[in-house]
């Protein structure tokens, strides 16, 4: 490969993992919205939310990690 074709396939790629990283991000912010508009009547459940959404994030980097789906 030249130099030239080998920058523009690098600019690609970066291109596409910062619109993934930009997806991602998205996801998970809106998430934590969700979960601050819920006004939790005690720290209790709010506890409890958090934890769950610690949960589902775990899971999710456990089977990126794992090369699963």
Known sequence: MDPVQLK??????EEELRQREMALLEFWLKEVKALEARRHRD???????????????DTRYRRLKGGSP
């Open 43 to 57: 720290l209790a459940s709010l506890q409890t939310d958090l934890r769950s959404l610690a949960d589902r994030m």
């Open 8 to 13: 523009q396939l690098k600019q690609m790629v």
